[in-house]
């Protein structure tokens, strides 16, 4: 059952303490450390034997805090990566850190294992606004970690950046990017704050002792950021993201294109075929193998449906007449034709473009994707 060119996710839950505004699955015991080691090389080891080593073309590590994982644990992660997988054609394998917990021995450690791409979360520049948000880094150490990462010989630098928190000068957003940018970082993720599960910071505003600022206000800087990153060379190749020519994420790019890839840790979630899966969020029950997966089989219209729900994200926009190709064979015209009355006014406003064959969001449309997107759920 050999499967080419899989992408394979790992959750690392560990964290210093959670951040104001983090719902992510994630705690501060990080005596579970060895138990979660065991559990997860015992869980590669059993999917490279069920698919028959199969050919991994990337690797990602979020969090969590990856880099809270010892030296020791993150080289037999490695190990068992490149033992139960082909990894011969690896072409990307990333790490998360956070910028206050990152060491030189680390980071070689890293190297050694075959990571080659660093992805920090960085957030903002502003000490005031991180201490807000429970961050466990300052500035200078953020800038200092993107050096310490080249120095260690990573030279594909990806940074969080965080726009709409209470208190954040939006103006002050523009300047963070152009100092990480300075420091070596050739990939930003932007993402607009996002409460709407429970944590403390949504129950500060919540409870009006935080104000958010004015959703225009944050769409107005967003837009802003948008003109401005190409003239500091980054480009946008997705709807929160922005690298250098060829500095963007192999892996995240898989999730929009519906290419297959394996979750594993607690809360991860995995992805083949039509086959879609939850790991326990309960980190214990995962440590322990109690948990419940949530295990979901697609039918043909949700399948259909999540190729533009997902390839939109993208700058290059889905390749609409094949996918009207697509759903003629499989006998779903109708649906196809349902969709293009529901995203004719989108596109009659320039949210949405047709160029050829291709349709994709403009850069308004980016600022209501979720509205357009609601076309295919």
């Given at each position: 059952?050999?499967?080419p060119n899989?992408?394979?996710?790992i959750?690392a839950?560990f964290?210093q303490?959670?951040?104001?505004?983090?719902s992510?699955?994630?705690?501060?015991?990080l005596s579970l450390e060895?138990?979660?080691v065991?559990r997860l090389?015992?869980?590669m080891?059993d999917w490279g034997?069920?698919?028959e080593?199969?050919?991994l073309?990337t690797?990602y590590m979020g969090?969590?805090?990856?880099?809270l994982?010892?030296?020791?644990?993150l080289?037999a992660i490695?190990?068992?990566?490149?033992s139960?997988?082909?990894?011969?054609?690896?072409l990307?394998a990333?790490?998360?850190?956070?910028?206050g917990?990152?060491?030189p021995e680390?980071?070689?450690?890293a190297m050694?294992g075959?990571?080659?791409r660093?992805s920090?979360g960085a957030?903002t520049?502003?000490?005031t606004?991180?201490q807000r948000?429970?961050r466990?880094h300052?500035?200078?150490q953020?800038?200092?970690?993107v050096?310490m990462c080249?120095?260690?010989?990573?030279?594909?630098?990806?940074?969080d950046?965080?726009l709409?928190?209470?208190?954040q000068?939006?103006e002050s957003v523009?300047?963070?990017?152009?100092?990480m940018?300075?420091?070596?970082?050739?990939?930003?993720s932007?993402y607009?704050l996002?409460l709407?599960?429970?944590c403390?910071l949504?129950?500060?505003?919540?409870n009006g002792l935080?104000?958010?600022?004015?959703?225009?206000?944050?769409?107005q800087?967003?837009q802003?950021?948008?003109?401005y990153?190409?003239?500091?060379?980054?480009?946008?190749?997705?709807i929160?993201n922005?690298s250098r020519p060829g500095?963007h994420?192999v892996?995240?790019?898989?999730?929009w294109?519906k290419k297959?890839?394996?979750?594993l840790?607690?809360?991860?979630a995995?992805?083949?075929g039509?086959?879609?899966w939850?790991?326990?969020?309960?980190?214990?029950?995962?440590?322990?193998?109690d948990g419940?997966?949530?295990i979901?089989f697609?039918?043909?219209?949700?399948?259909?449906?999540?190729?533009?729900l997902?390839?939109?994200r993208?700058?290059?926009?889905?390749n609409w007449?094949?996918?009207r190709?697509?759903?003629e064979?499989?006998g779903m015209?109708?649906?196809?034709q349902?969709?293009e009355?529901?995203?004719?006014p989108f596109?009659?406003?320039?949210l949405l473009?047709?160029d050829?064959e291709?349709?994709?969001?403009?850069?308004e449309?980016?600022?209501?994707?979720?509205?357009i997107?609601?076309?295919?759920?």
């Open positions: 059952m050999a499967y899989l992408g394979l996710y959750h839950p964290c303490r959670r951040c104001a505004y983090c992510f699955t994630s705690t501060t015991a060895p138990l979660y065991k090389l015992r869980d080891a034997r069920y698919l080593k199969p050919a073309e690797v969090g969590g805090t990856p880099s994982l010892s030296q020791d644990s080289a490695s190990r068992v990566i490149h139960e997988f082909d990894a011969a054609g690896l990307e990333t790490l998360e850190a956070n910028p917990t990152l060491s680390w980071l070689k450690t050694r075959g990571w080659n660093l920090l957030q520049l502003d000490n606004l991180l948000l429970g466990v300052d500035a200078a953020c800038l200092d970690a050096k080249k120095d260690a010989g990573f030279d594909r630098i990806s940074a950046l965080l709409g928190a209470p208190g000068r939006m523009q300047e963070d990017a152009a100092r940018i300075d420091a070596g970082v050739e990939h930003l932007v607009i996002d709407d599960k429970q403390p949504k129950f500060q505003v919540d935080a104000e958010l600022p004015p959703d225009e206000l944050v769409a800087a967003y802003a950021l948008m003109e990153l190409p003239q500091l060379g980054l480009d946008p190749y997705e929160s922005y500095r994420s892996h995240n790019i898989r999730y294109q297959p890839y394996i979750g840790g607690p809360g991860a995995g992805n083949i039509n086959l879609r939850t790991e326990s969020e309960n980190i214990a029950e995962w440590i322990n193998d419940q997966t949530e979901q697609l039918s043909l219209e949700e399948s259909l449906a999540e190729i533009p997902l390839a939109l993208l700058r290059s926009g889905v007449s094949a996918l190709e697509l759903a064979e499989l015209c109708g649906l196809i349902n969709w009355r529901e995203l004719a596109i009659a406003r320039g473009r047709l050829g291709n349709m994709r969001l403009t850069t449309g980016t600022l209501v994707s979720n509205q997107f609601q076309a295919f759920v």
